[in-house]
């Protein structure tokens, strides 16, 4: 079954904002090395993630999400997004990025993402699908 690319992009809501949000400041080299762990949010404020080590990179899981949020994922993945892992197997990518999948629960598939910490407080995640034919860029703020 093929879903039409207006879907992927409709279903990628968790890494999309729908308003835009201002840029943060450029990537630099001592930002991008610095670790991204903590709690974060995305733009809309509907969902936050617990970024940590596992392993040998960093992984991100829901803490918390509105409940659009957390249905969505229930109809696409059959799981509750809370204690779902979105961020999964990121590591450095030497250029001041973290490469890694990111999870699409309401489509209950993975793309390519990466993650460009951009500050202590500030990071985009993008995510790509369709060998990069649809990407998505988001704007994250660490609250803890």
């Not at 879907?7 to 990537?27: G, K």
Request: charged content about 15%; aromatic content about 8%; glycine content about 10%.
């Amino acid at each position: 079954m093929t879903v039409p690319v207006f879907r992927l992009l409709a279903a990628a809501a968790l890494l999309v904002a729908a308003a835009p949000a201002p840029p943060p400041a450029e990537p630099t080299a001592a930002s991008a090395s610095s670790s991204w762990e903590g709690t974060w949010r995305n733009t809309n404020n509907t969902v936050h993630l617990r970024a940590a080590r596992c392993g040998q990179g960093m992984c991100g899981t829901v803490v918390w999400a509105i409940p659009k949020a957390r249905a969505d994922a229930k109809n696409g993945s059959g799981q509750d997004l809370i204690g779902h892992q979105l961020f999964r197997n990121f590591r450095p990518a030497g250029d001041g990025t973290w490469k890694g999948k990111v999870f699409i629960p309401d489509l209950n598939t993975s793309a390519s993402g990466t993650v460009t910490p951009t500050s202590h407080d500030t990071m985009l995640v993008s995510g790509c699908m369709l060998f990069g034919l649809a990407c998505k860029t988001q704007h994250w703020w660490r609250i803890g």
